[in-house]
């Protein structure tokens, strides 16, 4: 049932070949000083043994607080940091244990492709059937049915860079009026990372989904600390208690100094997370330009940090990525790996730009090179 992770085996080449990294999706950079200088001060105080199994009370809290500064403080979105809030290591395993709650066998999860690549095992491993559409143009009613348990959404997307708007969250709210039932799994990892002035709607920001809804989070994403394996699950006090009877058994708690270092870096930085579409914009222009002045198909980007170039009709990704890694010196990722069938879909390479500005300026140099000397 499971297979090798293409990030893995793209990562391992890239070290075999010496290649610049642009294929696994972690930053080439750290937090800011503040995480850092209380992660120290968390083990310099004994932060070692078990967090309780929703996680610190500190870092829920200021999660909470986080909702809060965003949308409000009188706004329903708002999660509860006792009931709502579950910290988890890391997004992934979020979301395994999101959909362990939620499926039985012979239900259905509808995900919407290209997808991230943990989805389909983790929902067949629950039970689930998956139900696949497009991410660009879901028609949702002929996706659902009776058998629907669950709906995945990821928003800011990866692969694509795409961004869903507030009437692509209403359509589907307006879809899910006839399946009861459903359950929306939102997975916005990279929420605070949306470009050119759009706004980043969360799933909690719609009435008619807050109460069906699962929120997953990246603290990882966020602070640049991927190997800390901070994420959250928000969810609605009933789903919340259902959620952590399962994830008890599946990891029970969370990295303790870091969630302690998380929470005193929100406490000082409340206005971080803000600061990362600007940088991160800044980075996506700066790739973006020198691809494009390289001739290649860049697609356009609203969010996360992903950038998705086009290859020529007929090209395998998978055999074109391998490739590129030992005669370009470049990393990337293909995108047939986030299809479960991928017959017939334009072949495509995701570019990480989460990376400091010489490895971005040399990997499309690197690029232009190997296309200048080999015309497609």
């Known amino acids: 049932m499971f297979q090798p992770s293409v990030f893995s085996e793209m990562t391992a080449l890239a070290q075999q070949h010496g290649a610049l990294n642009l294929a696994q999706g972690y930053p080439e950079f750290g937090p800011p000083e503040e995480a850092v200088e209380a992660y120290r001060a968390a083990l310099a105080e004994g932060w070692h043994q078990y967090a309780p199994a929703a996680g610190l009370p500190a870092l829920r809290q200021a999660l909470s607080a986080l909702d809060r500064r965003r949308w409000g403080n009188a706004a329903p979105a708002a999660a509860d940091p006792e009931s709502e809030i579950t910290v988890v290591p890391g997004a992934t395993v979020g979301l395994y244990a999101a959909f362990l709650t939620l499926l039985q066998p012979c239900d259905e999860a509808v995900v919407l492709e290209p997808a991230y690549d943990s989805y389909g095992p983790a929902i067949r491993r629950a039970g689930g059937t998956v139900v696949t559409g497009s991410f660009a143009a879901p028609d949702w009613f002929a996706l659902l049915s009776a058998r629907t348990r669950v709906v995945v959404v990821n928003s800011p997307h990866n692969p694509t860079g795409s961004v869903w708007s507030r009437e692509d969250w209403d359509q589907l709210a307006s879809a899910l009026e006839s399946f009861p039932n459903a359950v929306v799994v939102s997975d916005e990892a990279y929420e605070w990372m949306v470009f050119d002035g759009q706004e980043s709607f969360s799933v909690r920001q719609v009435d008619a989904l807050r109460s069906r ?17 901070i994420g959250a699950v928000v969810a609605p006090p009933n789903w919340t208690a259902q959620f952590r009877q399962v994830y008890q058994f599946l990891a029970f708690a969370a990295n303790t100094p870091a ?80 299809y479960i069938d991928a017959t017939g879909v334009p072949p495509a390479v995701r570019l990480c730009f989460a990376k400091n500005d010489a490895t971005l300026d040399e990997a499309a140099k690197r690029l232009n090179h190997w296309k200048n000397q080999n015309p497609l």
Not at 316 to 321: E, F, K, L, P, R
Request: aromatic share 12%.
């Open 213 to 229: 809804a699962f929120r997953i989070l990246s603290l990882g994403k966020t602070f640049h600390a991927t190997g800390w394996k």
């Open 259 to 338: 969630q302690k270092a998380l929470a005193s870096a929100l406490e000082l930085r409340p206005d971080y997370p803000e600061t990362l579409a600007r940088f991160f914009q800044d980075k996506r222009d700066r790739l973006d330009r020198a691809l494009r002045a390289g001739g290649w198909d860049v697609q356009p980007c609203s969010g996360s940090y992903f950038l998705t170039v086009r290859l020529p009709h007929g090209t395998d990704d998978w055999a074109w990525a391998r490739a590129r890694v030992a005669d370009a010196g470049v990393a990337v990722v293909p995108l047939q790996p986030f």
